[in-house]
């Protein structure tokens, strides 16, 4: 033990893992308002989900968690995820459920950042990926079923 304290060790720095989670965010020129720029912000949102969707799919991934993250004018930060039932690497998909993560979250101070994150991956076609699962849980609360805000 002393000997690898002191950075004496023979072993293989092994330098590569799987990945627990792909993300993508943006930080915005100017600060954006959830309702004078939703239109703006829908854009974002929706084009963040395609890019995480074609990082997983490029990569070879689906995931089951996803999330979503927000930095404030204040620079507080909030972030939701849910967990569904079923693994995916579908931009809509991530979409509709990133969009029910966002009702969970205050949206009446400017936005400076926005980020979108699917976790709980497994290699696509991979038997943990196929196997049928339970129901879908929230991490908070449950899933809601009408449109995201943005």
């Known amino acids: 033990m002393h000997e690898v304290s002191w950075g004496r060790d023979?072993?293989?720095?092994?330098t590569e893992s799987e990945p627990v989670s792909m993300s993508r965010e943006?930080?915005?020129d100017r600060d954006l308002h959830a309702v004078r720029d939703r239109a703006e912000l829908g854009a974002i949102f929706t084009h963040l989900c395609e890019k995480?969707?074609?990082d997983l799919q490029r990569k070879g991934y689906v995931g089951k968690t996803i999330g979503i993250k927000l930095r404030y004018d204040d620079f507080k930060i909030a972030t939701r995820d849910q967990t569904i039932d079923r693994f995916t690497d579908d931009g809509k998909t991530i979409r509709q459920v990133g969009g029910q993560?966002?009702?969970?979250?205050?949206?009446?101070?400017?936005?400076r950042l926005l980020g979108v994150r699917v976790g709980a991956l497994a290699k696509a076609g991979s038997p943990e990926a196929l196997a049928p699962t339970g129901a879908a849980r929230s991490t908070t609360e449950p899933a809601a079923t009408t449109a995201s805000l943005f």
């Open 52 to 54: 995480v969707a074609e």
């Open 101 to 111: 993560c966002l009702k969970r979250v205050p949206l009446e101070r400017p936005l």
């Open 26 to 28: 943006t930080t915005f």
């Open 10 to 14: 023979d072993r293989p720095v092994v």
